[in-house]
């Protein structure tokens, strides 16, 4: 969670949205959107919030992937450092 945003990725997501993505959630707003690019795959998030979440996206790729992997094959995640 960071600036009253909550990431979340749920284990075994990948049958909906079949790109690596997460779950961003603020106030009402809910919004999928994808770990390679930052595009939104469904829902929003209103726009200041959803710039912090996609560099935040960008700053943590890499680990955001590798949980991914670990998500879909039921694993524990690593969590992620929020944006500072």
Do not use: N, T
């Not at 009253?4 to 106030?27: N, R, W």
């Amino acid at each position: 969670m960071f600036y009253g945003i909550l990431i979340l990725m749920y284990f075994y997501d990948d049958k909906k949205h079949s790109c690596p993505h997460i779950h961003a959630e603020f106030a009402e707003h809910h919004a999928s959107i994808a770990i390679a690019d930052g595009s939104v795959l469904a829902g929003s998030l209103p726009g200041s919030k959803m710039k912090l979440v996609q560099a935040w996206i960008e700053i943590h790729r890499e680990d955001l992937l590798a949980d991914w992997k670990l998500a879909v094959a039921g694993e524990p995640v690593f969590k992620i450092d929020p944006l500072k």
